[in-house]
């Protein structure tokens, strides 16, 4: 949830994630870069674009491309440290990395903020414990 109380989909966050990522690799972020990095056409792109503008999550700027608002940046954010947290616990847990960029990208968006913080100190555990993350390790295998 927004902090305007709206709930973004799992697209939009996608979308806001990403030209977070070009922004802070590039310095910008236009409808052409966010295109290639997701591999899909620029017209999908802009239309995503005219969406995250009218939900106030981004803005065009002339010269400079796309800037995210306070709210668009703190949903990227939002959405990259769950990434960041999910990537490690399935890493911990010895998971292939095939296997872990499908499954994150299935489950960020779908985790309560309760859970995440629960999967996060878990994470923090299981790299003090090296003989419990063994035995779990070894169970999965």
Same mark, same amino acid.
């Given at each position: 949830?927004?902090?305007?109380?709206?709930? &973004?989909?799992?697209? #939009?966050?996608?979308? %806001?994630?990403?030209? =977070?990522? /070009?922004?802070?690799?590039?310095?910008?972020? +236009?409808?052409?870069?966010? @295109?290639?990095? /997701?591999? !899909?056409? =620029? @017209?999908?792109?802009?239309n995503m674009?005219? +969406?995250?503008?009218?939900?106030?999550?981004?803005?065009?700027?002339?010269?400079r491309g796309?800037?995210?608002?306070?709210?668009? #940046? @703190?949903?990227?954010? @939002?959405? *990259?440290? +769950?990434? +960041? !947290? %999910?990537t490690e616990? /399935?890493?911990? %847990?010895?998971? *292939?990395?095939?296997?872990?960029?499908?499954? #994150?990208?299935?489950?960020?968006?779908?985790?309560? &903020?309760? &859970?995440?913080?629960?999967?996060?100190?878990?994470?923090?555990?299981?790299?003090?414990?090296?003989? /419990?993350? $063994?035995?779990?390790?070894?169970?999965? $295998?």
């Amino acid at each position: 949830m927004t902090k305007t109380g709206k709930r &973004s989909s799992s697209a #939009v966050e996608d979308y %806001l994630e990403r030209i =977070q990522e /070009l922004i802070d690799a590039k310095g910008y972020a +236009r409808a052409v870069d966010i @295109a290639m990095s /997701l591999g !899909i056409s =620029q @017209a999908s792109v802009t239309n995503m674009v005219k +969406r995250l503008d009218a939900e106030g999550f981004v803005k065009h700027e002339r010269y400079r491309g796309l800037i995210l608002t306070e709210e668009g #940046v @703190a949903i990227a954010r @939002a959405v *990259s440290a +769950r990434h +960041r !947290i %999910l990537t490690e616990f /399935l890493r911990l %847990l010895g998971v *292939s990395e095939a296997e872990v960029e499908r499954d #994150v990208e299935g489950m960020e968006h779908h985790l309560s &903020s309760a &859970s995440l913080s629960a999967i996060e100190a878990l994470c923090r555990e299981l790299a003090l414990d090296r003989a /419990l993350l $063994e035995r779990i390790r070894s169970v999965s $295998e």
